[in-house]
């Protein structure tokens, strides 16, 4: 895994909580959108709703 270079450091560092809360959040609904997308290639077939609760589980069941 690529390290963050020292210029990226000081940005996170410089960040208040919150901000660093949100982008977080940023993060997370955006790796959210992508896992959709990937299972809607997958899964032609399946509906938006089918889609969606199948992410919600990958997301739930999702270890570090």
């Given at each position: 895994?690529?390290?963050p270079s020292p210029e990226q450091v000081?940005?996170?560092r410089a960040m208040t909580?919150?901000?660093r809360l949100?982008?977080?959040e940023r993060l997370y609904w955006?790796?959210?959108r992508?896992?959709?997308a990937?299972?809607?290639a997958l899964h032609p077939e399946w509906s938006d709703?089918?889609?969606r609760e199948h992410t919600r589980q990958v997301f739930l069941r999702a270890r570090t």
């Open positions: 895994m690529d390290r000081a940005i996170y909580p919150a901000e949100r982008q977080a955006s790796a959210r992508l896992r959709e990937h299972e809607r709703q089918q889609v």
